[in-house]
């Protein structure tokens, strides 16, 4: 057999293996249709608090809003009032816009406040202690995009939350065994037992579950705002718990803290326009970079799953994400050459190092040269009957943060510090590394791999989504937008079909099982793929929104139980 008719069997059997996964995969019924607006989260409560809001006469802002506190009581590994993140956004009239409210460093802390008298980096102080937390964004920027774009009351956006937590919900068996996963590095921290265990005793399938706490809390922000967050008494138990166990955050950086709106990153693909976050989330630069890089390489003709496609994704994942370690960081501290990094002829010049039947080195590979220079997230997107769009990623990094849960308050910390980059060659939980732009600083914003993204075709289609994962989330993204454009998948289909990730170091291929069948990754390990790795579970999850001739078709990942909310 000639080895281009090789080829071809091969990328013939992996199409027949992602058919195979997709029927492996749970039958949910995950596409809702509609002709006035939609709702798609990690949470089906949420979403249904979303499309209610809808249903009132809202916007998709103020129904992004409600959803976004609905998800910090329904969703809490992910969901917060503690934590921070990324919203991009499309007004009715066309104006895209991208609202940062990531957490900020304390102003006191710097690189050093994390190494030990030996220079090592004291890793759970990051990830399992007060010092780990930046001073939250999630209640600012969703308070920002209310004020700036909102139409009802704030307090009837923020009811049902409130609701939710003091009436309590029933506790699907995702969520208790969620819970059950985290109780051992929960058991130190009195207050965290107290809202993640029934009396001590975990919680069981079926159990009402009640946040008394987080219920006041969210009343303090309904009835006063900001100032019901960051300053007076939810601010003052933050700092007291802070005190308590040697943290930095202070009232004063409380006080201080602003989301901020930011120009969104560009591109084109084929004729559609992407629309995504700008730094200090690396997510929409990484983004377009890689489209940029398989432009030239016809995916369609080469069909989905074939080895050369696979290949060429790969080096391009592995190129960007070593630009992205030495580039990115927050561009309020420096200046960054994101255009540089999305130019069409950068792309190529990097990909033209790309051998076909050859992969790359990783530890031989460095950042290109410029004309100058879980993982736990949840994503919401919300579309309205006017056009208007909202995409928003917000994590708390790890699972539960820090599962540390502020007493009297009810609510979980981020560990978002470690996201910065401590100490040179030193990876971070998701095992990226970082540069001097990324070190930490009082006051900083620390690089993020989230990419809540709009989608513009030519037909006047749009699509929104986005995903959780950490560096994962990138090539999530990208895989789909490759999917819509390129595959003429459905949303759907784009969504459901397998995935794989690599990330420039460490040096491996994670896939999802039927992502890279037995004869491809043979395929793949001749050319030079060493380190080809399955994932245990899956690889992120997606939830989105199509509009195409006058109706909206919201999906969400089989990967997990969530259903949308569609009016």
Known sequence: MFLKDRVKALAQQQRAAAI??????????????????????????ASEVGRDILKQGGNAFDAAVATGFALAVTYPSAGNLGGGGFAVIRLSSGECRA????????????????????????DKLLTLHTLGSGVPGTVDGLLLLHKTYGTLPLRDLINPAIQLAGEGFVLPASLVESFGRQLNDMKRHPASMDVFTNGGTAYRNGDRWVQRDLMRTLKRIAGKGRAGFYEG??????????????????????????????????????????????????????????LNMLEDKQPGKLGWGHPDLVHWMIEAERLAFADRAVYLGDPDFNPLPVEQLIDK???????????????????????????????ETTHFSVMDRDGNIVAITTTLNLPYGNKIVVPGAGFLLNNEMDDFAVKAGVANSFGLLGSRLNLVEGGKRMLSSMAPTILLGPDESMAVYGAPGGSAIITTVLQVTVNL?????????????????????PDQVLFEPFALNPALRENLTKRGHKKLVPCEVYISDVNGILYKNGLFEAVTDPRHDALPGAQ
């Not at 596409?31 to 409560?45: C, E, H, N, W």
């Open 485 to 505: 454009i390129d595959h003429k998948m459905t949303l759907d289909q784009a969504i459901r079909a397998p995935r794989f990730h690599h990330q420039w170091k």
């Open 20 to 45: 195979a996964f997709l029927l492996c995969l749970p039958v949910f019924p995950a596409v809702y249709k509609s002709d006035r607006g939609a709702v798609v989260s990690r949470s089906t409560l």
């Open 233 to 290: 008494k939810t601010a003052e138990l933050i700092v007291r718990e802070m005190k308590r166990t040697g943290g930095a955050i202070t009232l004063e950086d409380l006080k201080a803290y602003r989301s901020i709106w930011r120009e969104p990153v560009r591109g084109s693909y084929r004729g559609y326009q992407i629309i995504s976050m700008p730094p200090p989330s690396s997510g929409g630069v990484l983004l377009v970079q890689m």
């Open 345 to 375: 002829q950068y792309a190529k010049s990097r990909m033209n190092t790309v051998e076909l039947m050859k992969a790359g080195d990783s530890s031989a590979i460095a950042e290109g040269k410029l004309p100058y220079e879980s993982p």
């Open 99 to 122: 609202l940062d409210f990531r957490e900020t460093a304390p102003k006191s802390v710097s690189a050093q406040t994390y190494l030990d008298k030996n220079g090592q980096v004291r």
